[in-house]
């Protein structure tokens, strides 16, 4: 069965789970998992774990992500971006240097309002329908933080590009609103590209058309996700035993830390944590019985 990772340059009004549908129908293979979800109105790099390979999806989400996103100042929407209903309009007069001083006061780690329109939930119910039901519920902010933020360039009048490299759970959208209000003539989210996520980027990016020609051709394997730890090879029978048993390898002379496990043939087994002289696995990519 195919396993591995593609990372695909999600097309707009594609929803992040309608790309993991049409994916199993093309690499008939159940087991699939995104890292990171990316609104519709989004395009980018979206990585899609394959088979066992979906078992890293877990990992996946809790890196840095990395975005190109168009800032329209002087428009508030009730989905902060452009996709929403336009609640009011304001004059606009600001400069790209008033812009960028700004913009020092969002970097760091900062708190961020959930946005209304959102998939998180409150009493079982998801933000986003209430919203569409006409409610809105107090959210406390969350701590994120943003990495980097710059601007590239004035694209319009009232229009910026923006690169922003965040932490797990930012909302470039809520970011591009609060800079709006910041300002003071209010601002929404006109674009939102994905350059990176998970450490892979656009440059490794392939489309769902070209998964449709070449298949399985395109998927990397799993243990690429994992390469900025060492490799360790079990050195004997009794070794890649126990690790395929699910038990701790005896190892001397390692430093704490994460290893990627192969077994005696050098196919990858295992993230696993070196502690107390043994490789305890953290995460096995072996099929039962293999």
């Given at each position: 069965?195919?396993?591995?990772?593609?990372?695909?340059?999600?097309?707009?009004?594609?929803?992040?789970?309608?790309?993991?549908?049409?994916?199993?129908?093309?690499?008939?293979?159940?087991?699939?998992?995104?890292?990171?979800?990316?609104?519709?109105?989004?395009?980018?790099?979206?990585?899609?774990?394959?088979?066992?390979?979906?078992?890293?999806?877990?990992?996946?989400?809790?890196?840095?992500?990395?975005?190109?996103?168009?800032?329209?100042?002087?428009?508030?929407?009730?989905?902060?971006?452009?996709?929403?209903?336009?609640?009011?309009?304001?004059?606009?007069?600001?400069?790209?240097?008033?812009?960028?001083?700004?913009?020092?006061?969002?970097?760091?780690?900062?708190?961020?309002?959930?946005?209304?329109?959102?998939?998180?939930?409150?009493?079982?119910?998801?933000?986003?329908?209430?919203?569409?039901?006409?409610?809105?519920?107090?959210?406390?902010?969350?701590?994120?933080?943003?990495?980097?933020?710059?601007?590239?360039?004035?694209?319009?009048?009232?229009?910026?590009?923006?690169?922003?490299?965040?932490?797990?759970?930012?909302?470039?959208?809520?970011?591009?609103?609060?800079?709006?209000?910041?300002?003071?003539?209010?601002?929404?989210?006109?674009?939102?590209?994905?350059?990176?996520?998970?450490?892979?980027?656009?440059?490794?990016?392939?489309?769902?058309?070209?998964?449709?020609?070449?298949?399985?051709?395109?998927?990397?394997?799993?243990?690429?996700?994992?390469?900025?730890?060492?490799?360790?090879?079990?050195?004997?029978?009794?070794?890649?035993?126990?690790?395929?048993?699910?038990?701790?390898?005896?190892?001397r002379n390692l430093t704490g830390g994460f290893y990627r496990v192969?077994?005696?043939?050098?196919?990858?087994?295992?993230?696993?944590?070196?502690?107390?002289?043994?490789?305890?696995?953290?995460?096995?990519?072996?099929?039962?019985?293999?």
């Open positions: 069965m195919p396993s591995g990772i593609v990372i695909i340059d999600k097309p707009a009004d594609w929803t992040s789970m309608d790309v993991c549908a049409k994916l199993r129908g093309i690499l008939r293979e159940r087991r699939i998992g995104h890292g990171g979800t990316l609104d519709p109105m989004a395009t980018g790099v979206l990585p899609v774990f394959v088979g066992t390979a979906a078992r890293a999806v877990e990992f996946a989400e809790q890196g840095s992500k990395e975005y190109l996103a168009g800032l329209r100042l002087g428009v508030v929407t009730n989905t902060q971006d452009s996709t929403g209903e336009i609640l009011e309009t304001r004059d606009v007069n600001v400069s790209r240097a008033a812009l960028e001083a700004v913009l020092e006061r969002f970097k760091g780690d900062i708190g961020q309002v959930p946005p209304m329109y959102s998939a998180l939930k409150r009493n079982g119910k998801k933000l986003y329908e209430l919203a569409r039901a006409g409610k809105e519920v107090h959210r406390d902010p969350r701590p994120v933080t943003i990495h980097e933020l710059e601007v590239l360039e004035q694209t319009g009048q009232n229009s910026f590009l923006l690169r922003v490299k965040c932490s797990k759970g930012t909302y470039v959208r809520t970011l591009c609103h609060d800079i709006g209000q910041t300002l003071g003539c209010g601002g929404c989210m006109d674009s939102l590209r994905r350059t990176m996520a998970a450490g892979f980027t656009l440059e490794q990016a392939v489309t769902l058309e070209q998964v449709q020609e070449q298949g399985e051709a395109l998927l990397l394997p799993v243990d690429r996700f994992f390469a900025a730890y060492p490799a360790y090879r079990l050195a004997s029978p009794r070794q890649e035993h126990l690790c395929r048993n699910g038990n701790p390898v005896p190892v192969y077994g005696q043939d050098g196919v990858f087994l295992c993230l696993s944590r070196w502690e107390n002289g043994r490789l305890v696995s953290v995460k096995n990519f072996f099929t039962s019985g293999g």
